[in-house]
């Protein structure tokens, strides 16, 4: 079994910067990916950014190209989200979820672990 856990969300102004920890625990991740999903009120759950444990390979929303980073430590088990330049749009509960695959894939169905959620506000 897998558990992770979120940190790190807040209130935040337009322009500004926040990061989101993911801190797993239970098993290893060699052979696994790990992203980011985020739900704002009344809309569906939507992928964020990924990222392929071993490989480092990531990818990205449309929405958040260029102003979000994903990344993982190995040795501390914990992933990462570093947003910048948040929106009001930006303004969701955010997610982190695992699956027992290297492909990144975009679909939250194909996820089998997931985090409690953790909220991030962007006020304008």
């Known amino acids: 079994q897998v558990q992770l856990v979120e940190s790190g969300g807040g209130l935040v102004q337009a322009g500004d910067s926040l990061r989101l920890s993911c801190a797993a625990s239970g098993r290893t991740f060699s052979s696994a990916s790990i992203a980011w999903f985020r739900q704002a009120p009344g809309k569906e759950r939507d992928f964020v950014a990924g990222?392929?444990?071993?490989?480092?390979?990531?990818y990205y929303g449309d929405s958040v190209k260029g102003r979000f980073t994903i990344s993982r430590d190995s040795a501390k088990n914990t992933m990462y989200l570093q947003m910048n330049s948040l929106k009001p749009e930006d303004t969701a509960v955010y997610y982190c979820?695992?699956?027992?695959?290297?492909?990144?894939?975009?679909?939250?169905?194909?996820?089998?672990?997931w985090g409690q959620g953790t909220q991030v506000t962007v006020s304008s």
């Open positions: 990222i392929g444990w071993s490989s480092g390979s990531t």
């Open positions: 979820a695992a699956r027992r695959s290297r492909a990144i894939v975009v679909a939250q169905r194909l996820y089998d672990y």
